[in-house]
Nanobody, 123 residues
């Protein structure tokens, strides 16, 4: 069964950090771009970050630039999103997804999606 599974979400105070993980099973990630998306209640799902299959290039939404870092370990078939200096507006369900082709945030071009992990930033 081909699937992605996110983990690492939780409740954190403003200014805190979390590290999200994305584990693949049933296929190898090393041929795919990994994108991270989030969806806040009542809002559209938005792209947060993406990383090339080799990990050599990344892209970040302006809202998280300088605070979030994408990485991956293809030997472990996993990707990660390190989130620092978290703000209440970072609250939402975070998803990882995989696609072929270049970096980008077009959701229709992502083939496989995880079920998401909840991140709540609140004091």
């Amino acid at each position: 069964q081909l699937q992605l599974v996110e983990s690492g979400g939780g409740l954190v105070q403003p200014g805190g950090s979390l590290r999200l993980s994305c584990a693949a099973s049933g296929f190898t990630l090393d041929s795919y771009v990994i994108g991270w998306f989030r969806q806040a209640p009542g809002k559209e799902r938005e792209g947060v970050s993406c990383i090339t299959n080799s990990g050599s290039s990344t892209n970040y939404a302006d809202s998280v630039k300088g605070r979030f870092t994408s990485s991956r370990d293809n030997d472990k078939n996993m990707a990660f999103l390190q989130m620092n200096s978290l703000k209440p507006e970072d609250t939402g369900v975070y998803y990882c997804a995989s696609r072929g082709g270049p970096l980008g945030y077009s959701r229709t071009e992502y083939n496989y999606w995880g079920r998401g992990t909840q991140v709540t930033v609140s004091s």
